[in-house]
């Protein structure tokens, strides 16, 4: 595949629109059922899982700054737009989204650089993004 920019906050924006998606149709058709929040840990788990799919479609995990721009905008914007947060939150979402997108990117790309073989690549990829979110998650309880 043709090396894209963007690519990755492209799948990035996908995925956090059918959060919201998601989100927003159990509020109507399912008002008692219990949905994620979209806090620390799901914004690594969306960012890791974009980086990784990235990763796999172009073999290429270089993260630019336009990149992390795009992403801030992006968790700045959707969940804004589909009525999970209001006007202070979504300005924390787009803070915290665009650190934790960037840092994803940036560890991600660094433990993909480790290994060159492609499909050596790929499963080492996402061993790293769940060990990744794993030691991300109980790193959130502490600072929560």
């Known amino acids: 595949m043709k090396k894209q920019p963007y690519f990755g906050s492209i799948v990035l924006s996908i995925l956090l629109g059918l ?3 998601v989100n927003l149709l159990s509020g109507i058709f399912a008002p008692l059922a219990s ?3 979209l806090d620390i840990p799901m914004i690594l788990l969306l960012s890791a899982l974009a980086k990784v799919i990235q990763g796999c479609v172009q073999d290429s995990l270089k993260t630019g700054m336009a ?4 992403g801030t905008a992006a968790f700045a914007l959707l969940p804004w737009c589909a009525g999970l947060t209001g006007g202070v939150q979504a300005v924390k979402l787009c803070i915290i989204g665009g650190i934790v997108y960037g840092l994803a990117g940036f560890f991600l790309y660094g433990a993909a650089q ?5 499909h ?3 499963l080492a990829l ?3 993004a769940v060990v990744l979110f794993l030691a991300f998650q109980s790193f959130s309880g ?3």
């Open 114 to 118: 480790r290994s060159s073989v492609t």
């Open 67 to 70: 990149d992390v721009l795009i």
């Open 19 to 21: 959060f919201c998606i």
């Open 120 to 122: 050596v690549h790929k």
């Open 35 to 37: 949905m994620p929040k």
């Open 142 to 144: 502490v600072l929560l």
């Open 126 to 128: 996402i061993i790293n």
